[in-house]
DNA sequence: AAATAATATGTCATTATTGACATATTTACA
DNA sequence: TGTAAATATGTCAATAATGACATATTATTT
C-alpha cells in the first residue's frame, strides 16, 4: 500500500485528529486502510478462535508463518488479497467476513 | 490469483456442477472468487450509475483505462486491492462495500 | 529457571501486479 | 450510414508482493 501522500494541514489545530487526518491520507486510502485493518483484526480474532497457531494457519493457505505475522502486524508489504485469503483459510465465514467490513 | 488447482472428480457425475466445482477451485478458492466477482459487479454498478466512464474512474485512482477494463473483465491480473481500490474511488460507500459480500 | 513453543523481524530471489501505450472492437448518436 | 466516444485486448518495463529462510524476541509449560 503507498502511504506517500503529501500534507494536508488539519486547520483546527493540535486536536488529537483521527488517524487518517495525522497520517494525511486522502479520504479513498484511509477507507482502505480502515478495511485492511478491520480485515486484519478479523484475522487474528479468527485464528485464535480456532486455536490455529500462526504455522498452522500458513500451512492451510500455502503461505509461511513469518508472512501470517506481517499479516497480523499490518506490514505494508501485505495485500489485500493475503489478507482476504488468510481470512478465509482461518475458517472465516463469508458472514464473518461480511461483519469485518462493518466493524469500526 | 492462481487457479492451477487439480482436478476433483464430482462423483455425482454429469449433473450441471456450479462453477467452483467445474473449474476445481478448493472451498477456500471458490469463497475468493466469488467475492471478487461480487466486487467486480459492484464497481461496474457504482461506476455506471455515477455517469462515470472507465477514463473518468481511472483518472480518479490513478490507473488507466485499460486498468479499469480488465478490472471489469475479471482479468486474472487484477488484484483485490484494485478491486477494492476501484470501487472506493467510483464513489461507493462502505455501506456499498459491505453489501457487495452479500450479494450473491 | 530452563526448555519449548509461538510470534516477530529482516532479507532476498522469484513471481505477480502495475500503469502506460497501441490498437481493436463495440456503442451511441448525428 | 458515418463518426466519435467508450470499452476491450495485448504487450511490456517497472514496481510490488510472495514464500522461504535465518534468527530474534516473547509466551507458555515443565
Chains 1, 2 share one sequence.
Not at 480456532?50 to 501470517?68: F, P, V
Amino acid at each position: 500500500m503507498k502511504t506517500d501522500k503529501l500534507a494536508r494541514i488539519h486547520v483546527a489545530g493540535w486536536q488529537v485528529g483521527s488517524t487518517e487526518d495525522f497520517l494525511q491520507l486522502s479520504d479513498e486510502e484511509a477507507q482502505l486502510v480502515a478495511l485492511k485493518l478491520s480485515l486484519i483484526s478479523a484475522v487474528k480474532k479468527s485464528r485464535i478462535k480456532r486455536k490455529l497457531s500462526q504455522i498452522d494457519l500458513a500451512q492451510r493457505m500455502k503461505s509461511s508463518q513469518s508472512r501470517i505475522a506481517k499479516i497480523e502486524a499490518g506490514d505494508p508489504s501485505v495485500s489485500l488479497d493475503l489478507i482476504v485469503r488468510a481470512l478465509i483459510a482461518s475458517g472465516a465465514t463469508t458472514r464473518d467476513i461480511q461483519a469485518a467490513f462493518t466493524a469500526k
